[in-house]
């Protein structure tokens, strides 16, 4: 099934201030330091944001789309709140991925939220070229046939209403329609290239 095509937004080019001359201070002044944090860093690069990101501490997600008549999915940990009132929500997947075809065709996807007892599963649905719905993943259709997984902290089902492009990447927005935020247990964190346990 071919979704109902939805809007995309154009992409902005990178505004950059320039440094103002004669702003300068002093070594050691207050000026100079702030200097330093915020005009003397790395140049903007694919390895600095990389390098940055390792430091950022995400929840982990499992995105599922039904694409025809089998089921995809993949793990995203850059899963964002966009707005309460519509309930929207955000994630990027790459164009070049496996599940990318199933979540350009789709109205309806399904975003779980994975609890720290489910480590396996978030490495099984990042892992390229893995059976994903095989044997070791519970799940069944859940509203308007998007799979639903076992045993996740909450889950939602919701509707595509923007396709964004950012580089080689798109950015999905899409309304929550459905869902169940009652599952037990503690989030798993992706924190320095690992799945992580959150540490009281």
Do not use: K
């Not at 903007?44 to 950022?56: A, E, N, Y």
């Not at 694409?67 to 707005?83: I, Q, Y």
């Not at 065709?105 to 994975?114: K, M, N, R």
């Amino acid at each position: 099934m071919t979704a109902p095509t939805v809007p995309t937004v154009q992409t902005a080019p990178s505004l950059r201030s320039p440094r103002s001359a004669g702003s300068h201070g002093s070594a050691g002044s207050p000026d100079s330091a702030r200097s330093s944090r915020s005009g003397d860093g790395r140049p903007g690069s694919p390895d600095l944001l990389r390098s940055v990101f390792r430091q950022h501490a995400a929840g982990v997600a499992v995105i599922t789309a039904q694409d025809g008549a089998r089921p995809v999915g993949f793990t995203a940990t850059s899963l964002n709140s966009v707005s309460a009132d519509p309930p929207l929500l955000s994630f990027t997947i790459g164009t070049g991925a496996s599940s990318w075809p199933g979540v350009r065709d789709s109205e309806y996807l399904g975003v779980h939220i994975l609890g720290e007892h489910q480590r396996e599963l978030a490495g099984l649905f990042a892992r390229s070229g893995a059976d994903r719905f095989g044997e070791a993943t519970g799940w069944e259709p859940g509203p308007h046939g998007v799979p639903v997984l076992d045993g996740v902290l909450a889950w939602l089902v919701c509707r595509v209403v923007a396709r964004v492009p950012a580089g080689e990447h798109r950015v999905i927005i899409a309304e929550a329609v459905a869902g169940d935020p009652a599952g037990e247990g503690r989030p798993l964190l992706y924190h320095q290239g690992r799945f992580n346990a959150l540490r009281d």
